[in-house]
């Protein structure tokens, strides 16, 4: 492993300084020519996940004003993105809801609403982990269900690889979060880099409400085709979840009622949900999510300490990066000049565009980071999008949104690598249900764009 790490990062730099000396293309400056190279090194680190992704956004920051393609206060200054700053404050109210328990109450109370069967529980499972999702980031509503479905599925004597049912309960989880996960901007963090690098190039906003608008009908007709495939590759093997609904009422009960803490986060967060749908566009999502970060503090809700070990600094920093990166492509045209150079030998109309950058979209995220496919493909859609005349808005819908859907292999969404971990099932059980999804996720996507953006007024 160590051998193989070490020869990627040496051809990948002796690329890099390779391509710096003879990348030297007609029609192309030449910051936009190094900021092609740097672009170029960066998608190779993403993917090849050599080293962290962080680290990859930090080597950009540094080389972007390094071999001249933007000036140092520039590059460094895209740390203070809008989006940055909100993904700092969506990872302290997530962290506040997980540790006051309001989370998992929430959890449970949805596990246990729906009428008790097999195929209730199944269908309660995607919802409750679809729901969070909207209020928290998909990894974090997996962390959080994970030990209570592993419970439900050991209260019922489920076998490991064996039980059909088992599986089904876990794809369950996993699925749901990342169905949900699309829905708001907080459910993971490409939707806000996309919005940020929306900001940083044209200076327009999409806004809390908006966002939902488009994309929650569209998440609840996902979550009815993730159900069928569920119950059409996995079959219900028991009868009975008696056992399973008794450990989630002892669980409620250990609980006990609803403390100070608990009702002080749950109203912060609600009073914050509604300010950034209807204060979201004057005030800014960002300086809304700050003020309620802060607020938790202020009011001596929950001590620092506890929150600071769930925030993911390492993401934070990468935004910055892929921001600054996403900045340099199209400042320096060179963004525009690749779009070119993929269109020339094609003619293409905007439909067949958005079908074949929405299955690109799809295939990278099932081999990389959702939040790094983004960072890949957005400058790029932005140039071409303009070649058809594309809304940039609807760029970012169309990249961003299936970015996130990815239901096959672990490696693509934190919540499949945390349900593939509890060993309930073999990657080929989630490949094989996973990729029927995936198509169908695709078209339904595609047909529910067509049909239903237009309603809203997101027109292409």
Not at 339 to 347: C, I, N
């Amino acid at each position: 492993m160590r051998t193989w790490r070490t020869t990627i990062l040496v051809l990948t730099f002796a690329g890099f300084f390779l391509l710096l000396q003879f990348f030297k293309p007609e029609g192309l400056n030449p910051q936009g020519q190094r900021a092609i190279v740097i672009f170029i090194l960066c998608l190779t680190l993403w993917i090849t996940d050599v080293i962290p992704l962080a680290i990859t956004s930090l080597l950009a920051i540094v080389l972007l004003p390094l071999l001249n393609v933007m000036d140092t206060k520039t590059a460094f200054s895209l740390f203070g993105n809008r989006a940055v700053f909100f993904i700092l404050g969506a990872f302290i109210l997530a962290a506040a809801l997980m540790k006051s328990g309001v989370s998992t109450r929430l959890a449970l109370i949805f596990l246990t609403r729906i009428k008790r069967s097999p195929q209730a529980l199944l269908l309660s499972v995607l919802l409750s982990s679809a729901f969070l999702a909207f209020l928290m980031p998909a990894h974090a509503v997996a962390a959080l269900m994970f030990p209570i479905i592993l419970e439900i599925a050991r209260s019922l004597k489920l076998k490991p690889r064996e039980s059909s049912y088992g599986k089904a309960l876990f794809l369950s989880l996993a699925w749901g979060a990342v169905i949900g996960g699309v829905a708001t901007f907080l459910g993971g963090a490409r939707n806000p880099l996309a919005i940020g690098m929306l900001w940083e190039e044209y200076r327009i906003r999409i806004g809390f409400l908006e966002w939902m608008i488009a994309v929650v009908p569209i998440v609840l007709v996902m979550l009815i085709f993730a159900y069928a495939v569920i119950r059409i590759f996995f079959k219900i093997d028991i009868k009975d979840v008696t056992l399973a609904e008794n450990s989630l009422k002892e669980k409620i009960k250990k609980l006990g009622t609803m403390q100070r803490q608990e009702k002080a986060v749950g109203i912060i967060m609600l009073i914050t949900i509604v300010c950034w749908m209807t204060l979201g566009n004057k005030i800014g999502l960002a300086s809304i999510a700050i003020l309620s970060a802060i607020s938790l503090f202020v009011f001596n809700i929950i001590p620092w300490k506890e929150i600071e070990e769930y925030v993911n600094w390492g993401v934070i920093l990468m935004y910055g990066g892929a921001i600054a990166l996403g900045f340099a492509l199209d400042q320096s045209q060179a963004a525009e000049w690749l779009a070119r150079q993929a269109l020339s030998p094609f003619k293409i109309t905007p439909i067949v565009f958005i079908i074949i950058i929405t299955l690109i979209a799809k295939l990278l995220t099932e081999g990389i980071s959702n939040v790094a496919t983004v960072a890949i493909l957005l400058p790029l859609g932005f140039a071409l999008g303009n070649t058809y005349n594309l809304s940039p808005v609807i760029i970012v819908y169309v990249i961003a949104v299936p970015a996130g859907l990815a239901f096959s292999l672990p490696m693509g969404t934190p919540p499949n690598a945390v349900c593939y971990a509890s060993g309930y099932y073999k990657v080929s059980d989630a490949v094989k249900a996973g990729i029927i999804l995936n198509i169908i996720s695709w078209i339904t996507f595609l047909l529910m764009a067509k049909i239903y953006w237009p309603l809203v007024g997101l027109k292409f």
